[in-house]
């Protein structure tokens, strides 16, 4: 049996879709040194920015139209028919634009201890002799007491495999200071055009993206966006790339009522077998069997006030005010509440609400049980979500402003956070609806 420990949950890991300079708010930018060469268009961070070949690039290349998203339809179950279509959606561009631009210079930043074990590093990973010299010559490295930055050069970065970056992104993860690679991109997809071939971005850079991107966990992962941000043709394609690099994959969930649905089982279902809120949802449902049945409700409509309230949006500065953005946590502890109960914040007390309130539940879950991803050797939690239906969950996946709530199946968060063979989902029923 797993023991979830007190204390156990940690903070949730940055992740998809917040890279690390969404949360970090702020960068953590070494000095420029001054072997580097100056900016052809000042020290703005948009510096180097709307090269003429790269205007041509944009102002050319024909848009080809994306085929609309499938549908499909969730499993039969208690739940009823759902109808299912994956979207993206992406931070709005007047949340972007509130942070500022991140460098475009490729800085990795090592701490000066480890410096004895640079060299190994870097051939381990299969850099090219030429490329270790580089970055391993005192006169193009910036050492400020602590920490030593190195700056390789970008036609470098770009010939790296992804097995190099396998390697040697891990160890630039250890330190926060690297933040698109301690926080990288992530996709949950098999392919890189699957995740952002319906974006707005040219064919050419999303090809970059695919020549960039390793795999991290069962994911695959970007972290070099300052190469990304130099391949941009101006500032306004820039923003366009951070923009585009927020995207989360979700799903957009319908119910259907053919003529032969049972209504009282499904109430039972969406209610938790308690007739909780059944006033709320009973009188639409019932409507849309009148009128002919095969009518469609947005399943956004069933759940409770606040998740209905947060679904598909990012947080807002409201939340600001409380010292630190909502969590995964923080989301399915709230999920009945009309209020959010921003206690749930302090990680000291998420165990003991759950361990108080709610008893272990086996598969299959059941609409409301909350669903805590664990490390089984040390009972740590590193991500909660609530079931919906069908393996389908109400979940938000990291703690920046840049994670919106969503709704994922369990196995694409899997991809996310199952990472390690100990790794196991754990479920917990309220004691109420046991």
């Known amino acids: 049996m797993m023991i979830i420990k007190k204390s156990a949950f940690k903070a949730p890991p940055r992740q998809r879709g917040g890279p690390g300079w969404l949360f970090l708010g702020v960068f953590l930018l070494a000095a420029v040194p001054p072997f580097l060469a100056p900016p052809a268009r000042g020290a703005d961070a948009t510096a180097g920015l709307g090269r003429p070949d790269a205007d041509r690039a944009v102002a050319s290349e024909p848009r080809t139209a994306k085929p609309p998203p499938s549908a499909f339809y969730a499993k039969p179950g208690p739940w009823g028919k759902l109808r299912c279509n994956y979207v993206f ?13 991140p460098s475009t210079q490729v800085r990795w930043s090592f701490p000066e201890s480890a410096a004895g074990s640079l060299p190994g590093l870097f051939k381990g990973a299969g850099l090219p002799e030429n490329f270790r010299a580089a970055l391993l010559d005192p006169a193009k490295q910036v ?50 055009e699957e995740w952002f071939g319906s974006s707005k971005l040219r064919p050419e ?11 991290y966990n069962q994911c695959l992962a970007l972290s070099d966006v300052a190469v990304m941000l130099q ?73 409770p006030a606040l998740p209905r309230k947060l679904l598909y949006t990012y947080p807002g500065p409201e939340y600001l005010i409380q010292g630190r953005m909502p969590d995964c946590h923080w989301t ?61 969950v109400y979940t938000k996946n990291g703690i920046n402003a840049f994670a919106p709530w969503v709704i994922m199946k369990i196995e694409e968060l899997g991809r996310i956070y199952l990472h390690g063979k100990e790794n196991r989902v754990k479920g917990f029923r309220h004691k109420k609806s046991s």
């Open 205 to 215: 850079l999303i090809a970059k993206i695919r020549r960039l991107t390793y795999h």
């Open 332 to 392: 399915s502890l709230n999920f009945f509440n009309y209020e959010p109960h921003n206690f749930y914040l302090d990680d000291r007390v998420k165990t003991d609400v759950i361990m108080e309130t709610h008893d272990d539940a086996a598969p299959p879950y059941r609409y409301g049980d909350i669903l805590l991803f664990c490390d089984v050797a040390n009972g740590d939690v590193f991500h909660s979500c609530i079931y919906l239906a069908d393996d389908m």
């Open 231 to 303: 391949s941009a043709g101006s500032e306004e394609e820039a923003r366009l790339i951070l923009k585009t690099l927020t995207r989360t994959r979700t799903l957009m969930i319908q119910m259907e009522f053919p003529p032969d649905t049972q209504m009282e089982p499904l109430l039972d279902y969406w209610t938790v077998g308690l007739g909780s809120r059944r006033k709320d949802i009973e009188p639409i449902m019932r409507s849309i069997m009148d009128i002919g049945g095969t009518e469609r409700l947005a399943l956004s409509h069933v759940l």
């Open 89 to 101: 959606i992406e931070a709005p561009a007047s949340l972007v634009n509130g942070y500022p631009m």
């Open 143 to 192: 050492r400020d007491g602590t920490m030593i930055h190195l700056f390789p050069a970008t036609v470098e970065v770009e010939a790296m495999t992804p097995a190099m970056r396998e390697a040697l992104y891990p160890e630039l993860r250890k330190h926060p200071v690297n933040e698109f690679y301690f926080a990288p991109v992530k996709m949950a997809t098999e392919t890189v």
